[in-house]
Structure formats: structure tokens, C-alpha cells
């Protein structure tokens, strides 16, 4: 059983800085592509994040291109992403989620295991 577990949302005010990470335990993520997605309250879930198997190719949403970026340490079995230049519109729950393909997907239905969430408030 895959469990995926994310850590290191809270407050934080407008501009300000969040890393978060996604512990997984059952199995290795060392083959596998990883993303990160939010939802807002009343909000679909969205893509934000992911990363490839070996990490070097990664794909953003649009509007956190160049104030976040997703990282892997395989060795931990985990997965970053840190989040830089924080607005309001970013307040939501975010989502880790594992993939059996190594390979970057924008669509949540692609992606087999998921965290319960870690919730990130922006204040303006």
C-alpha cells in the first residue's frame, strides 16, 4: 500500500515563502513521475506540479512558473515543492500524488496514489 503523507503548509503572508514536502512509504518513488495539485473552496483541483522520475523534467501551472519549484530527494523518498513569491489566490489545500509511469502528466486521473493534503493560507 502507497501512503503518501505532506507536511509544511500554514500561514504565511503575501510574498512570503512555503516549502512543502511529500513523504511516500510502501514503495520506492525511484521510477515514478510525481505531482503536486490544490484545491480551493469551491474550486475544482487543479494541476500545480511535476516531476519526472529522474527530475529533470518538470511542468508548472502557468501562474507559479518561476515562483515555485518541485524537486526530488529518491534517496528520501520524497518530494518538494517550494513555493516562493506566495499570493492570495494561492491559499488552497495541496495534494501530493504518485504515478506508476516515470513520466510528467497535467491530469489528475493519470496519478494512482494520493496525500490527504496540506492546507496553505495566504494572507493579503
Known amino acids: 500500500q502507497v501512503q503518501l503523507v505532506e507536511s509544511g503548509g500554514g500561514l504565511v503572508q503575501a510574498g512570503g515563502s512555503l516549502r512543502l514536502s511529500c513523504g511516500v512509504s510502501?514503495?520506492?518513488?525511484?521510477?515514478?513521475?510525481m505531482g503536486w495539485f490544490r484545491q480551493a473552496p469551491g474550486k475544482e483541483r487543479e494541476f500545480v506540479a511535476a516531476?519526472?522520475?529522474?527530475?529533470?523534467?518538470?511542468d508548472y501551472l502557468d501562474s507559479v512558473k518561476g515562483r515555485f519549484t518541485i524537486s526530488r530527494d529518491n534517496t528520501k523518498n520524497t518530494v518538494y515543492l517550494q513555493m516562493s513569491s506566495l499570493k492570495p489566490e494561492d491559499t488552497a489545500n495541496y495534494y501530493c500524488?504518485?504515478?506508476?509511469?516515470?513520466?510528467?502528466?497535467?491530469?489528475?486521473?493519470?496519478?494512482?496514489?494520493w496525500g490527504q493534503g496540506t492546507q496553505v493560507t495566504v494572507s493579503s
Open positions: 516531476i519526472n522520475w529522474s527530475g529533470h523534467d518538470t
Open positions: 500524488a504518485f504515478r506508476y509511469s516515470g513520466e510528467v502528466t497535467v491530469t489528475s486521473s493519470d496519478y494512482q496514489y
Open positions: 510502501g514503495r520506492t518513488i525511484y521510477n515514478n513521475a
